[in-house]
């Protein structure tokens, strides 16, 4: 097979040759065709062509097109994993990568939906009154970027790094410019290529450079656009101190590989379930993926009375380790990436041998092959080569401590970590530690017995969940749920009349003129529905009685509603009206008791109570269309829905906002919509 560019909607198949080596047999599985395209002309392509229709679409359609396009990838994955095996993965090494970068495109796209506005542009947190009358006010919204988004991905992960990059920037609306590293190019061009022909993809959405360097592409990158670089923190910091990155501002996310510990609390003993929990953990992120993860536990620090308990349980375990092609299923752990990875882990390795001792090794170093070493450096406050020298392999390196505080020292002198471990069983310690760590990671997992059954690892990034950390990790940020996308989109204050700011973001604004419905809103269809439509009901006098059969009813006999002597002391000064009747009587107010298109109402937001309501006083609602989302409809519903948010607002005779609150409805759709299919 060739490994070609896909610039501005073609492919390009001439260029220069490069052999592309299986990291297994040593030969050759692919050719890379490294052509010089036009790079200035792939970003306005880009941002003439796949920005304007992105831009078009909402953020939840683009969410339902990263959905669609993941369930796509995953009924091809079987020949994503024929690939995956050449570049030196085992089935379960690559199912982290395949798989696992399928899922995390699903994560973003759900949590993108479940969190942002169904518009283009994501209206953020609430109103900020800026005026003592209420007439100026201001709002955040989140908008698409009239850019392109580089993506620079490691050889670790070949189809991790593309979708977890690609999917936040696509529902952003910003197209991409993907570019992988050469080696294992192979499997991140079969997957780009059937995301080409799922057809799921607008045009100018997506790009494919196929090259060792990506050549003059930063020369041409403006403010409006943004790059993301997983790999070393050597080549991170040379692409990210580029003069135009600098000159223009460039957003520029760097993932950097790091020396991640792994850290066993001063309370566990060998008997304990947190030994046998660390020792696998350490072994398993020592051998997935060959040691070649960013996030693998390169220091293992450990209780200076633990250090021969750690070393022998570690060596009991990787001697179980069974090297050899991947395709076998007996093989647990395979080659390094290639013959140069292999060469470059064996030349750091000496340089870590030179100033620690060796614990175990396997001493396997054929071709692409390397056997699991552990190292132990006796003295690790003293020693900072040790929390600077990474070798990218099958190796970890044993570090004592005496107290926790220590402990801490030795976690942190690798001066920024994307991830670190803590195995205890005392959540005092879990405190102690966690918090003096976490100034210098980005993650951080405390495991005991009672979370490791269904703990994700170490090793693995969640699309839920920020993936980065600080000083060599890179101090970047990713994935992170819904905050993924937002790294990719422009936040803007907006400034102006509550009306204004209503009709520019496409959502109700708090103090926004509205528009009194002729036709009760609980009789229309979700598309009939319209923001800042709004009734306004009759008033309802309260009652002592209703105080009374609201209390009995629901067994609440606070004093304050019952007790006229205690009530007069309270800081009502008088007896009140239970908050939840208030909310019961505004309900009752506002519903429509007819069958219509509203179908349920499924919860409530925000909810404040105001203003006391007492017996003699009445209370009227007013109900507003605030914001809809359309939702997709699913084999069990009958009918296609939407969810509409309502805000309403309950008010005294005095027109004083007694209580406000967001009900949540599920309301009938007209129309089935493409999301439907």
């Not at 269904?454 to 819904?482: C, F, K, N, Q």
């Amino acid at each position: 097979m060739n490994v070609t560019t896909y610039s501005q909607g073609k492919w390009i198949n001439k260029g220069k040759p490069v052999e592309l080596v299986s990291a297994v047999t040593g030969k050759t599985v692919a050719v890379l065709i490294e052509s010089d395209p036009d790079y200035r002309a792939m970003c306005n392509y880009a941002k003439e062509t796949g920005g304007p229709k992105l831009r078009s679409l909402t953020i939840h359609e683009r969410a339902f097109i990263i959905k669609f396009l993941a369930q796509y990838l995953l009924e091809r994955k079987e020949r994503y994993y024929e690939l995956s095996a050449h570049t030196g993965a085992t089935r379960k090494d690559s199912w982290i990568d395949i798989e696992g970068g399928i899922i995390t495109a699903f994560g973003i796209s759900s949590q993108a939906r479940r969190n942002l506005s169904d518009l283009p542009w994501h209206v953020e947190g609430g109103t900020v009154t800026l005026s003592r009358k209420g007439t100026f006010s201001g709002q955040h919204i989140c908008v698409p970027r009239h850019g392109v988004a580089v993506q620079i991905n490691a050889f670790n992960f070949p189809v991790w790094g593309m979708l977890e990059k690609l999917a936040p920037a696509f529902i952003a609306g910003l197209p991409s410019i993907i570019k992988p590293s050469p080696l294992g190019s192979y499997l991140a061009h079969a997957v780009f290529q059937d995301m080409i022909h799922s057809g799921l993809l607008p045009e100018g959405a997506v790009q494919f450079i196929a090259a060792d360097k990506p050549g003059d592409l930063l020369d041409h990158l403006t403010s409006q656009d943004s790059v993301a670089f997983t790999g070393s923190a050597e080549t991170g910091l040379k692409l990210k101190s580029h003069p135009n990155i600098i000159a223009n501002n460039v957003r520029f996310n760097l993932e950097a590989d790091s020396l991640n510990a792994a850290i066993l609390g001063p309370d566990v003993t060998p008997n304990m379930e947190e030994f046998r929990l660390f020792i696998e953990e350490v072994a398993s992120e020592m051998t997935a993926k060959t040691g070649q993860k960013c996030t693998a536990i390169r220091r293992v620090i450990v209780p200076k009375e633990r250090v021969d308990d750690v070393a022998k349980a570690l060596e009991k375990r990787l001697e179980r380790t069974v090297i050899g092609d991947p395709a076998n299923k007996e093989t647990t752990m395979g080659p390094l990436a290639g013959e140069l990875q292999q060469k470059r882990f064996l030349s750091k390795l000496q340089q870590l041998r030179d100033i620690t001792d060796t614990v175990y090794s396997q001493g396997i170093s054929d071709r692409a092959f390397a056997g699991c070493r552990v190292l132990i450096c006796h003295q690790p406050v003293q020693v900072s080569e040790i929390h600077t020298i990474e070798a990218f392999g099958p190796m970890t390196t044993i570090m004592p401590y005496e107290t926790a505080e220590e402990a801490v020292v030795i976690a942190n002198k690798s001066d920024g970590s994307l991830v670190g471990s803590l195995f205890t069983a005392d959540d005092e310690i879990a405190r102690q530690i966690t918090h003096g760590c976490a100034p210098y990671h980005g993650r951080f997992m405390v495991i005991s017995r009672y979370s490791a059954g269904e703990s994700t690892g170490h090793g693995s990034p969640i699309a839920s969940l920020v993936h980065g950390g600080p000083g060599r990790a890179g101090g970047g940020e990713e994935l992170g749920g819904a905050r993924a996308v937002l790294h990719y989109m422009q936040r803007v204050a907006l400034q102006g009349s509550p009306t204004t700011l209503m009709n520019i973001a496409g959502q109700y604004i708090k103090g926004a003129e509205t528009t009194e419905a002729t036709v009760h809103p609980f009789k229309k269809y979700f598309e009939e529905l319209n923001i800042g439509e709004a009734l306004t009901t009759h008033p309802r006098t309260v009652t002592e009685e209703d105080v009374v059969q609201f209390g009995n009813l629901t067994g609440d006999h606070f004093y304050a509603h019952f007790d006229e002597e205690a009530a007069k002391k309270s800081l009502f000064e008088k007896r009140v009206a239970h908050g939840y009747f208030v909310l019961s009587a505004a309900a009752g107010l506002f519903v429509h008791p007819d069958p219509g298109p509203v179908l349920l109402n499924y919860g409530l937001e925000d909810l404040r109570f105001l203003a006391p309501v007492a017996p003699g006083d009445s209370i009227r609602a007013k109900l507003i269309v605030k914001r809809k989302t359309r939702r997709q409809q699913r084999k069990t519903d009958k009918e296609p829905y939407g969810m509409v948010w309502w805000d309403v607002e309950v008010t005294n005779s005095e027109n004083d906002l007694v209580a406000e609150y967001t009900i949540l409805t599920l309301v009938k759709r007209k129309n089935r919509l493409d999301i439907d299919k």
